[in-house]
């Protein structure tokens, strides 16, 4: 059937009415605006650079070193994600650590990647330590399939230790990752942990109930509903020594040594669960645990914000001095580092609460519109599940931003930060914002994408 008889049989109706504003709405949604390249030799001005869309898009975008103009200032350092290409060499072995590490090529390439030296220390949280870290275990496993010990001797450790390092750093790594993400060779060796051998490890864990719960960690409930995280402090336990059990009364924060011994043991334990899987299933596995840590804090340096306190106590209407030293003040902390955006959303519960325990009562965030990625670098909001850094050789590195669309910041209702809780039922994340193009009429998004439905479902019935 032609469009024109479609349209006679619509003629005059509320249907008719109704698809011609459907028609309207979809060529209006799919006007893009094409960015201009700048002419050789001319500094693009601030309208022309890349903007966070105005309306609720919720889909990843992918940040690449591309989308940052090719013009440093003289006298500014290069920003954080101008395009850099890592230079490789052959490393510098000990020659002392009995392994062949192109088995666990795959591992060490990623670890790399995610730790280049260019960007390590912005992606040093949330992506280039956990999956250093996750490397350290995965290397250990492998070490023990060919022992019968599921740790490294002192010296070996030290040798192999520094192995890993030159081979990252050869792959343009940042060499001091041993300092940034607080890791020393010791963490190869089980340090205090009394069972250390694969065989008495086995006679005192329950091995089948740690493997069924760890081989496959699910991304979406392991943070809020664990299951091989217990499975993993259970074990540990078990083989730590320390004569008590995950629900007795007995704080063990008090006694320092048993906290050293307990977390030794989780080394041990996530060498034999290496040993056990696939090297990416035990990285993937692995990742997926540090993020559920990784989320539970806010990693940023918040000093005492006197200036703020000053200018916004008190405050009941939009003021300048307020907003501009809040934003002064925001603008600083975003420059230490990109976070993920459950991160994003305890920092500004946490900012919140020192504003309010000084005595700003009032929500500058709604007064000055601050939104969740203020608190993160250029304004990019990571996942809160494991990502990585991906190179490609005419653009550099680049990773995938979340939420990178204007959701405000949420101002804390309670008078305490240790109550808030992102796997609370009641708690999620803040309602995506409303089309600033449509906000006229009342009409959201979500109601267009329904009427839109609704129509072409009718009109598909007429042309069948």
């Keep these: 059937m032609t469009c024109v008889k479609i349209v006679s049989l619509l003629k005059g109706s509320f249907c008719h009415l109704l698809l011609v504003i459907a028609l309207w709405l979809c060529s209006y949604q799919n006007v893009v605006a094409l960015p201009l390249l700048p002419k050789p030799g001319q500094i693009p001005s601030t309208s022309e650079l890349p903007s966070s869309p105005d309306s609720a898009t919720f889909q990843p975008i992918e ?63 949330v992506i280039c330590c956990p999956q250093f870290n996750s490397l350290l275990h995965v290397f250990q496993g492998f070490y023990s399939n060919h022992s019968d010990t599921l740790v490294l001797q002192n010296a070996v450790a030290d040798d192999c230790f520094k192995d890993i390092i030159s081979i990252l750093a050869s792959r343009g790594a940042n ?28 006679k005192a864990v329950n091995t089948s109930k740690l493997l069924e719960s760890c081989s496959t960690v699910d991304p ?68 997926l645990l540090s993020s559920c840590k990784v989320n539970k804090a806010c990693p940023l340096d918040f000093k005492q914000p006197s200036e703020v306190i000053n200018a916004c ?38 900012f919140g609460y020192m504003l309010q325990k000084a005595g700003v009562m009032t929500n500058v965030y709604e007064l000055c519109d601050v939104d969740l990625k203020d608190f993160s670098l250029q304004g990019c909001l990571l996942r809160s599940l494991p990502a990585d850094l991906v190179y490609d050789n005419s653009t550099g590195f680049s990773f995938t931003c979340d939420l990178n669309d204007n959701i405000a910041a949420p101002w804390p209702s309670s008078s305490s930060v240790t109550s808030l809780s992102l796997c609370a039922p009641e708690m999620s994340l803040p309602a995506l914002p409303t089309s600033q193009t449509l906000g006229s009429s009342g009409c959201h998004l979500d109601g267009v994408h329904f009427l839109l439905s609704a129509i072409l479902i009718f009109v598909s019935t007429l042309l069948y």
Aim: hydrophobic share 35%; charged share 15%; glycine share 4%.
């Design 63 to 125: 940040i690449s070193p591309t989308m940052i103009p090719h013009y440093p200032f003289h006298g500014e350092p290069l920003p954080p994600m101008y395009p850099s290409f890592p230079k490789t060499y052959d490393p510098v072995l000990t020659g002392r650590c009995p392994v062949n590490f192109s088995v666990i090529s795959s591992i060490t390439a990623k670890t790399a990647s995610d730790c280049t030296q260019s960007l390590s220390t912005v992606v040093g949280n």
């Design 175 to 202: 060499s001091s990752l041993s300092s940034m993400c607080s890791v020393k060779s010791s963490n190869l060796t089980g340090g205090s942990c009394p069972v250390k051998d694969i065989s008495t490890f086995e």
């Design 220 to 287: 979406l409930k392991e943070c809020c509903r664990p299951f091989c995280q217990p499975a993993i402090s259970e074990a540990a336990l078990q083989i730590s020594g320390i004569k008590m059990t995950l629900s007795d009364n007995k704080n063990i924060v008090e006694v320092p040594s048993e906290i050293d011994t307990l977390n030794d043991c989780k080394g041990v334990v996530y060498s034999w669960i290496a040993r056990k899987l696939r090297f990416e299933d035990a990285n993937t596995a692995f990742r």
């Design 313 to 350: 106590r008190n405050l009941a209407a939009p003021s300048p001095s307020c907003c501009s030293s809040l934003n002064a003040y925001i603008t600083g902390i975003q420059k230490q580092m990109l976070i993920t955006n459950r991160q994003a959303i305890i920092c500004a519960a946490v």
